[in-house]
């Protein structure tokens, strides 16, 4: 990834034609440009959307894409014409925050989200109820119920391995408050 891609101060953001591009069934990328245009809220940088850029293995070419056909767009935090100034003296950070790496922003929407395609991918087209139900989620045990009732779907049509792997995928995408065994049960 670019220097340029990871500026802190730089957001992507949805264009018009991105989010139009989302609605219907026919997206012009791959799946993880989708999955990262549906993250680019036109408020979280892309120092915080790093981690799951990396996930999802996008590449600079892949961003760029996005942005030549017009469906993603960017801003920056601090405007470019602002004055340089010199940075103030900043004490060393401690060993272990310098090696951590940043925590994934996680949310519900998001984790819904990923785990609607990902269970589109694994039904293989027989996801309509998967789609109807989950408009209903909008709490975390609603999310609970839904991931339940697909997890049965994917195991009846795709094997009980394919729903273990669907529950731990989304799991990984929960937010952190969310309770472990509402998703791995």
């Known amino acids: 990834m670019s220097r340029e891609l990871m500026d802190p101060h730089r957001v ?3 264009t ?4 139009q591009a989302l609605q ?3 997206f012009p990328g791959t799946r993880a440009q989708r ?3 549906i993250m680019a809220d036109g408020r979280t940088p892309m120092s915080a959307l790093a981690p799951a850029v990396a996930q999802l293995g996008l590449d600079e070419a892949a961003l760029q894409a996005l942005a030549a056909a017009g469906l993603l767009a960017w801003r920056h935090l601090i405007p470019r014409s602002a004055p340089a100034q010199a940075p103030a003296p900043r004490a060393p950070a401690p060993v272990a925050r310098a090696t951590a790496p ?3 922003v ?3 929407a998001a984790a819904k989200m990923y785990a ?3 269970a589109a991918l694994m039904l293989q087209g027989q996801d309509q109820a998967v789609r109807e139900a989950v408009r209903e989620v909008g709490s975390a045990e609603q999310m609970q119920q839904w991931l339940e009732a697909t997890a049965r779907d994917i195991s009846a049509r795709a094997g009980s391995e394919r729903a273990a792997l669907f529950l731990q995928r989304v799991a990984a995408l929960m ?3 969310t309770p472990e065994e509402l998703v791995t049960t």
């Open 12 to 14: 992507p953001c949805k």
């Open 16 to 19: 018009d034609l991105g989010r």
């Open 24 to 26: 219907g069934r026919d």
């Open 35 to 37: 999955m990262f245009l």
């Open 102 to 104: 940043a925590a994934p």
């Open 106 to 108: 996680r949310s519900l």
């Open 116 to 118: 609607l395609d990902l």
């Open 175 to 177: 937010p952190a408050e």
